[in-house]
């Protein structure tokens, strides 16, 4: 009966929508190894000049776990050196295809053309640094009259007779290190943003973190970039251990406005 | 014990490139980052916009400051091997149950961390190519 096969069809539907990666140019192609989430094929949905990557998801499923992020990054991080893309925020669903085109594609055509334009040939990289904890707290130590004077009154006595010292102590490497950290991340930002076309400055994921950075490179420039974050992690070799993550997807170039 | 502080990995090198990125990595990088669908309005580049460092994730607290200061006692303890002992045995009576609980939330991440290096082992073949641009492909 063909009743029968609406009704499985309307079931179907409710359970499955689409999970949107990200925003490519139409005249993209995917290889036939892309997968996403839950190792589902990529789909591209076109629209004009652009097109969405997505990949169905169960509406029940609960996604969220490592290998689910992780997937997610893939897709985007693989694609970013090859063509430009405009990266959605993890576990963004939409009910359908015909929603994708509808109430994404259609109504920020004109949007996501120019910023796909802009990103043309272009990924981003994270340099991260993280202070040599012994060499950073010498540093302060020897920097700092106080610190130095207080870490003497504390040496061989007891934590409960010491804790205000303490307190005081910590405080002061704390703002050391925020200071340090500061002027570190400037310094570097400076001693590479002439490889690259734009930077930004995340937010430190750690106490020790030196410093914490995203680049805009143009990936006909990679090498340069990759040689000059090298070069600067080899100067500062023993006080900050480097690490550089990329290429990337543009996740800290990219922004929605409301 | 309360080896919070170590970087990812400390290579010899300047530089360190890890091509399996740990699940501290994917989740800095790609967590609440990106368009959002209810509101894709209007997108635009960033462009250098240079956020001041807030203290969002480096909060000071009496937790940090304490810290700071063991990592400095540490420092004193390596310095000047013998005498250390007492002080080591005091540390672990006074901070046995917080440095218990520090451990072993650590040790949770840093085994996610590995899961998530084993899981994303076969991360570099599929990243070469997941795209390819037909426009390109037409010019070559």
Do not use: W
Not at chain 1, 242 to 257: E, I, M, N, S
């Amino acid at each position: 009966m063909s009743t029968a096969g609406t009704a499985q069809q309307t079931t179907q539907e409710q359970h499955v929508g689409y999970y949107v990666y990200g925003i490519v140019p139409s005249d993209v192609e995917l290889t036939e190894d892309a997968r996403g989430i839950e190792d589902r094929d990529i789909q591209l949905i076109r629209h004009g000049d652009i097109a969405a990557m997505v990949s169905e998801i169960s509406i029940r499923a609960a996604i969220g776990r490592p290998e689910d992020l992780a997937a997610h990054e893939r897709l985007l991080d693989a694609t970013a050196p090859e063509a430009p893309v405009l990266p959605f925020r993890f576990g963004s669903v939409m009910a359908d295809a015909d929603a994708v085109t509808e109430h994404l594609l259609e109504p920020n055509h004109d949007t996501f053309t120019a910023a796909l334009k802009e990103l043309e040939g272009r990924t981003e990289y994270i340099v991260k640094g993280r202070y040599d904890e012994k060499a950073i707290l010498e540093e302060v130590l020897a920097e700092n009259e106080e610190a130095a004077g207080l870490r003497s009154q504390i040496r061989g006595k007891d934590e409960i007779t010491t804790r205000d010292l303490r307190m005081e102590l910590g405080e002061i490497i704390h703002e050391a290190l925020d200071a340090k950290r500061t002027s570190d991340t400037n310094e570097l930002a400076e001693a590479i943003s002439d490889h690259a076309v734009a930077h930004s400055v995340l937010a430190p994921t750690h106490e020790y973190d030196a410093t914490h950075l995203a680049f805009l490179v143009e990936t006909a420039r990679r090498e340069s970039f990759e040689k000059c974050v090298d070069d600067v992690a080899r100067e500062r070799q023993g006080r900050i251990n480097f690490r550089l993550l990329g290429p990337l997807a543009p996740y800290d170039f990219v922004v929605t406005q409301r | 014990m309360t080896t919070a502080i170590q970087p990812a990995s400390g290579g010899g090198g300047g530089l360190d490139r890890p091509s399996p990125t740990g699940l501290a990595d994917v989740i800095d990088t790609i967590l609440d980052k990106g368009l959002v669908i209810d509101a894709y309005v209007r997108v635009s580049l960033v462009g250098i916009e240079v956020l001041t460092i807030d203290a969002r994730v480096v909060v000071a607290s009496v937790d940090t400051y304490l810290r700071f200061a063991e990592a400095v006692n540490r420092l004193d303890l390596t310095e000047t091997e013998t005498g250390g002992v007492p002080e080591l045995i005091d540390d672990m009576r006074e901070g046995g149950s917080k440095s218990k609980t520090k451990g072993a939330a650590q040790g949770v991440l840093e085994a996610a961390g590995e899961k998530m290096r084993d899981f994303t082992g076969d991360r570099d073949e599929s990243k070469k190519s997941a795209a390819r641009r037909k426009r390109r492909d037409e010019e070559e």
